[in-house]
């Protein structure tokens, strides 16, 4: 698909004034309200989700977790803050030819700004960051969780997708196709066989769906 070069809005620069910086940081954070996940809009959906529409599920998915030996509150604030540098650099999608390495140093700068020059290394600052650098390392049993959650929860959107706008008008396979298979923990590996138990369900007559959950007509 082609497509335009993303153009990065100019980091903020601070002015010295804590009140006033983090005003700036708070109002930064609008833009994934309204920023549309570039997947989506890659896939002709209409009106579709934004970045906190994402991270806010992911964030009550967190909740949903019976697993006594996760840090459910970390998991659930480590939702909230995963995507945190798309508020600068937008969701960078795989075809736009930016290198991950490259990837990663943006959004690392962007969370060097909101966290120095908009928050001035408050504790809180530092809490954002180290629960933002926790995920990106990937090795903690909370950031390997909140990572299936995240694949899960766009795999979820793509059948909400499909059940709207008719499962053969977007080709959105690929998107279960990179999530489903990929999840490790238990209990969001069982979410994902229903969600696929689910879809199968789509495309099968009324007498067929009745058969596949033991119904008789």
């Known amino acids: 698909m082609a497509s335009s070069k993303r153009v990065f809005p100019p980091l903020y620069k601070p002015i010295g004034v804590p009140a006033k910086d983090r005003l700036a940081f708070i109002h930064i954070l609008e833009r994934l309200k309204t920023q549309k996940r570039t997947g989506w809009v890659d896939h002709g959906i209409p ?70 020059d908009m928050l001035h290394d408050s504790p809180a600052a530092q809490r954002i960051y180290a629960l933002w650098e926790e995920y990106e390392a990937g090795k903690s049993a909370e950031a390997k969780f909140v990572k299936d959650l995240d694949r899960f929860e766009m795999a979820s959107q793509a059948l909400e997708y499909e059940k709207a706008h008719g499962a053969e008008n977007h080709g959105l396979e690929p998107f279960f196709e990179s999530s489903i298979p990929k999840l490790q923990h238990p209990q969001v590996k069982e979410w994902g066989q229903a969600l696929l138990a689910e879809r199968s369900t789509l495309h099968l007559t009324e007498d067929e769906v009745i058969e596949s959950v033991g119904g008789a007509k």
């Open 47 to 116: 009106n579709p989700e934004s970045i906190s529409d994402h991270m806010y599920r992911m964030s009550v998915l967190a909740m949903l977790s019976d697993d006594p030996n996760l840090d459910v509150p970390k998991c659930v604030m480590m939702a909230v803050v995963h995507d945190l540098a798309e508020a600068q650099v937008g969701d960078i999608a795989p075809r736009e030819g930016i290198p991950k390495a490259e990837k990663h140093r943006l959004e690392a700068e962007a969370m060097y700004n909101f966290v120095h």
